[in-house]
């Protein structure tokens, strides 16, 4: 595919095979497309780990963070459940959120938390309200130490970001979903690697061994969910789809 970006003429030309598709440039086409590009490249360059969240890294697109932010204002979880820690900036930022609302806890499970982001982490000003788990999230003794550590009646919001490997993510589903509560969703992270196979940092397989493939398998299965991107609280434009390295992963409990 090329795309050509003709400033005088203010047009944008798509080239795909023998097709060329011309859209204005400032148009929400052009938009679209050039986003898509945009997210590509700046995924390959890292963009992403550049940021942080009061005082600690965090690997997200910043507009991801804020559509997670409108989720979970409106849900005003009792618990949010993350699968990878890493150097903990999300779970702070969770944290930093629930505390402005006064309610909620947050639950971190990570296969190995280094002892420099443990104390980082524990030390932190938002971190009473984190509990932070060592071992595998599809291991089952964490699964059922997590089920163990909410309520029936809780509202309950799951984000997966640990291992984005096809089969570890439907095995985080299949382990988690029963605990996410109506209306409420189980966030299958970075299904942007289907787009990534062929980017210098991509990898083999990637557009099949990939979260978003994962959520679209698991909601086939389980009439219970729909993959159902979260509707902006405010929307002055014509634009509908986010800007995202999670595509397809906002899996909605709907029954």
């Given at each position: 595919m090329k795309l050509i970006i003709d400033t005088d003429s203010k047009t944008l030309s798509v080239m795909e095979g023998d097709q060329t598709y011309s859209y204005d440039l400032y148009s929400r086409k052009?938009?679209?497309?050039?986003?898509?590009?945009?997210?590509?490249?700046?995924?390959?360059?890292?963009?992403?780990?550049?940021?942080?969240?009061?005082?600690?890294?965090?690997?997200?697109?910043?507009?991801?963070?804020?559509?997670?932010?409108?989720?979970?204002?409106?849900?005003?979880?009792?618990?949010?459940?993350?699968?990878?820690?890493?150097h903990g900036g999300s779970l702070i930022y969770y944290s930093s959120l629930l505390r402005a609302m006064g309610k909620g806890r947050v639950i971190g499970i990570d296969i190995e938390i280094r002892p420099h982001?443990?104390?980082a982490i524990e030390s932190h000003e938002m971190f009473d309200r984190i509990t932070l788990l060592e071992g595998s999230s599809t291991d089952p003794n964490i699964v059922n130490q997590v089920k163990s550590m909410v309520k029936p009646e809780e509202t309950v919001l799951v984000l997966l970001d640990s291992n984005h490997s096809y089969q570890h993510v439907i095995d985080e589903l299949n382990a988690y979903a029963s605990i996410v509560s109506k209306d409420s969703y189980i966030v299958a992270t970075d299904g942007i690697m289907f787009d990534l196979e062929y980017v210098p940092r991509g990898g083999k397989n990637w557009s099949v061994d990939n979260p978003m493939k994962a959520a679209q398998d698991f909601v086939a299965q389980n009439p219970n969910f729909t993959i159902e991107q979260p509707s902006w609280p405010f929307n002055e434009s014509e634009l509908g789809e986010n800007i995202t390295h999670?595509?397809?992963?906002?899996?909605?409990?709907v029954k």
């Open positions: 052009s938009f679209e497309e050039i986003s898509r590009q945009w997210v590509k490249v700046g995924w390959n360059e890292k963009y992403q780990y550049t940021f942080s969240w009061m005082g600690r890294p965090i690997i997200q697109l910043p507009e991801d963070m804020i559509r997670t932010q409108e989720v979970i204002y409106k849900l005003k979880p009792d618990v949010v459940i993350e699968t990878g820690v890493a982001n443990r104390k999670w595509p397809g992963a906002w899996i909605k409990r």
